[in-house]
Structures are given as structure tokens and as C-alpha cells.
């Protein structure tokens, strides 16, 4: 199992703008997790839709859930599931909240054509009632490291076998395919919604085609909770209450996919780098402060390859030596191309979802470089400019010849209108124009134009 996985790039843009906004279209009541509603006379069926990275922000999001249905007296908590894997340690932390419930608890993995792989499989397994929608599918349960680096052999099957005891216990507890629980980890099996109830005895106990069906199919169905008591579940005429990520959870689990971490790193760099070359800017040096804290928040709960991050801080490197360093280009270049690697193997992982796409990285990395590059042109030409004060600025400059002017000899010329005295190397007749080569003390040196 993957340390953590991401939803499609849109759909996490489509979180952040709706950040404040109600999600209340369906018309159902709505309070977000961290509410709780007053004890009511009519019973009420909880509803948390879980599309999110299985990370410490969806583990606070559920765990919350479950307070506050078990704090209302709710019939029921449906949790729809749509994910490809999480972090081990939230999911263990949902699961022990789980399974100390006082509120049954339906995990639903819908809609159709959605996923619950990895840690979705075993917070499935784990649920009081587990339910699929057609067209969907569990498992590929398999450990791999936080970080996404490959495990050695014999960590490999320490881990495995750590995550198939857990696996076993849960599916045991709640009768379910012990052995279809076991494979799923350790032959990273999957398995349709037809498969896993048809299986002897079954992985999931329902298919329903929507909450409503599932909730129809339920309502008078004895559950065996995890110590071996029964509840008989009543969903007649039960209010459906919406719960809701709060707006903190909503933006934090937002910002953890692998594009966004991506994009506020480069934001990061890009506003600290401006500062370096612009002291007092504060506004660069601020953003892009922010940014690399929301990006390290992110980057700690992806699984990052550490090569990749080197890559990145080599090429910000490159092109900040840019501009000390005659290179012709070439370190703007090297550091361009270090970027594009470097970004390609930040995010380590077999899940599609957990990569930085290529359509997202080269956009980001061109405009980075490009920004750098007009940066870096700004200051080499404010460097190459000719000074305007002081002594070093007469140097080049034009003027005429008021008497004239031999060598080992001083005459007077006319610059910026002012009357100097002058030597040459060769001889000036009066009214010659002047260019000077050189300034020492009052004297100037010059040439004839």
C-alpha cells in the first residue's frame, strides 16, 4: 500500500474554489465536521463523502465524522469511497475510531467506476457494512515506503506481513474472505464488486446502485459490530444529514496532490529567489515563503524522492549562479533541464494518480525558467550600463577641444559643459571633438573623436 494518493488534478481545483461555498446542491442538510447537531426526536443517517487523500486531514475528517453521529444518536454513518491507497497510519487510526463506534458504519465504494485500493481495501474490510456500487473495484493492498523508494527484500516482507496480519484480524472479526483479504496484500489482488460478493464467504456484504439503495437495502438488516453484538439497522424515514470537510480541512487536503505541491514549491523558489536578487522586494520573499511551507506540508504527505528534491535545489542553483557567473546561457540551460528531471521523480510511486503529469511539469518549469532568464537579462544589462555620476562616469565621454592640445602638454576641453584640463597622445587642434580615455585627479585624457 502506497503511503497516500491523490484525486484527479481538476477535481482538486474544483475544492479550492468552492473552499467557502455550499456544497448543499442535493438539497440535504449539511454541517461540516467539526459541528455537531443537537440530539433530534427523528432519526438521522450521516452521510461524509471521502474523495481525498487517505492522510492525517481525511483521517481528522472521518474520526470527526464519528464523533459527532455517535454524539446525535445517528442510525447510520455512510462513508462513500473513492480512493487509490493512503497513509498506513491514518488508516489505522480511522479503524481503531472504526471499530470503537457506537454508530454503525457503512463504507460504500461509489460511483460506479470508482476504486477503494490500498488503504480503501482495508478501511472496506474494516466498516460494519461493506458496500460497492456496480462497476467498481477493491484490493491491490501491497506496503511500500512512505517515501516511494523501492524496500528491501526483507523489510518488503516484514511490512507485508505486518499490513496481512492487520488485514486478517479485521476481515476475521467481521467474517469476512479471509483469504481474499490476505491475497489482496500480499499478491496485491483486486476485485470487482461481483467477484467480492460472490466470493465464499463474500469480501463485502451488498451492491447498491446509490445511497438511497443502499439505505433500502439495509434498513431492517441485522450488523454484527466488531465485538460480536448485533444492531438491527432502522433507516425508515431517517433525515439524511450531509458532513462536510470544514473549510481548514478542505484547503489542507486540497493542496496535498502532487501537481499543486509541485506548483507551490516552484512558486516557493521563484518568490525567494526574486528576493535574494531584490533585497527589500518582502512581497517575492513573503509568497514565496508561504508557498514552501504549504508545499512542504503537502511533500510530507506524498511519497517524495529525495533525488528529485536535490534535483530541483541543484537547478534554482544553477540559475541563481547565473547571474554571478559568465556562463552564455549555459547554466540557465543546465538548470532548466535539472528541473525537468528533477520534477519528473519527485513523486515516486506506482499509482498514476501520485505522479506529476508532464502536460502540468513543462509548463511550470518553462515559465520558471523563462521568469529567471528575463530576470537575469534585467541585471546584466544594469550592469553593463555606463555609470551616470562620479569620476568613472566621464570616462567615454564626448566634449571639444578650446585650445589646443599636445603631447606632454595640457590644454583645456570642454565636457558636459565644463572646462577641463586636458593631455593627449597626439596633437588636437582647437574646436576638435574630444572623446575621454581616461580621469586622474582634475586632468582628463582624451583622444580625438
Do not use: C
Amino acid at each position: 500500500m502506497t503511503a497516500q494518493f491523490g484525486s484527479t488534478f481538476a477535481i482538486r481545483l474544483l475544492v479550492l474554489s468552492a473552499v467557502f461555498g455550499l456544497s448543499a446542491a442535493s438539497g440535504l442538510p449539511t454541517i461540516t465536521a467539526d459541528q455537531s447537531l443537537p440530539t433530534a426526536s427523528t432519526r438521522a443517517v450521516y452521510v461524509a463523502n471521502v474523495n481525498s487523500i487517505i492522510h492525517p486531514v481525511s483521517a481528522e475528517y472521518m474520526i470527526q465524522t464519528l464523533d459527532v453521529a455517535d454524539q446525535a444518536g445517528a442510525a447510520l454513518v455512510v462513508f462513500t469511497l473513492t480512493t487509490p491507497g493512503g497513509l498506513v497510519d491514518s488508516t489505522r487510526d480511522i479503524v481503531t475510531r472504526m471499530l470503537a463506534a457506537k454508530t454503525p458504519v457503512a463504507m460504500f465504494v461509489t460511483p460506479p467506476g470508482a476504486r477503494a485500493a490500498s488503504a480503501g481495501f482495508i478501511l472496506t474490510i474494516a466498516a460494519d457494512v461493506a458496500a460497492m456500487s456496480p462497476g467498481t473495484h477493491i484490493g491491490a493492498a501491497h506496503p511500500v515506503t512512505g517515501g516511494g523508494e523501492k524496500m528491501d527484500e526483507t523489510t518488503s516482507k516484514k511490512a507485508a506481513a505486518d499490513l496481512a496480519a492487520y488485514v486478517r484480524t479485521l476481515a476475521a472479526g467481521r467474517r469476512r474472505n479471509v483469504a481474499f483479504a490476505e491475497a489482496a496484500i500480499h499478491e496485491s489482488r483486486a476485485f470487482t464488486e461481483q467477484e467480492a460478493l460472490g466470493a465464499s464467504p463474500p469480501l463485502i456484504d451488498l451492491v447498491a446502485t446509490d445511497v438511497a439503495d443502499l439505505l433500502r437495502k439495509l434498513h431492517g438488516r441485522e450488523v454484527r459490530r466488531f465485538d460480536g453484538t448485533l444492531s438491527r439497522v432502522d433507516t425508515a424515514g431517517a433525515t439524511l444529514v450531509l458532513i462536510e470537510m470544514s473549510a481548514r480541512q478542505r484547503i489542507l487536503s486540497a493542496i496535498a496532490h502532487p501537481n499543486i505541491a509541485f506548483m507551490l514549491l516552484s512558486l516557493g523558489i521563484l518568490g525567494l529567489t526574486v528576493e535574494l536578487w531584490s533585497p527589500g522586494a518582502i512581497l517575492p520573499g513573503v509568497a514565496g515563503a508561504l508557498s514552501l511551507l504549504l508545499a512542504f506540508f503537502a511533500l510530507q504527505l506524498l511519497p517524495v524522492n529525495y533525488a528529485g528534491l536535490l534535483l530541483i535545489g541543484l537547478g534554482v542553483l544553477m540559475l541563481i549562479l547565473e547571474i554571478k557567473v559568465t556562463s552564455y546561457g549555459l547554466l540557465t540551460a543546465g538548470g532548466g533541464v535539472s528541473l525537468v528531471f528533477g520534477a519528473m521523480i519527485l513523486m515516486d510511486a506506482p499509482e498514476p494518480e501520485l505522479r506529476l503529469s508532464p502536460r502540468f511539469v513543462l509548463p511550470v518549469v518553462v515559465s520558471l525558467v523563462g521568469i529567471s532568464a528575463f530576470l537575469v537579462r534585467l541585471a546584466v544589462i544594469a550592469q553593463r550600463q555606463r555609470p551616470v555620476a562620479g569620476a568613472s562616469s566621464m570616462i567615454g565621454a564626448v566634449g571639444d577641444a578650446v585650445t589646443p592640445v599636445r603631447p606632454g602638454a595640457h590644454g583645456q576641453v570642454k565636457v558636459r559643459g565644463e572646462i577641463w584640463r586636458a593631455t593627449s597622445s597626439e596633437p588636437i587642434a582647437p574646436g576638435s571633438r574630444v572623446v575621454v580615455t581616461d580621469l586622474e585627479g582634475l586632468t582628463l585624457s582624451v583622444r580625438q573623436a
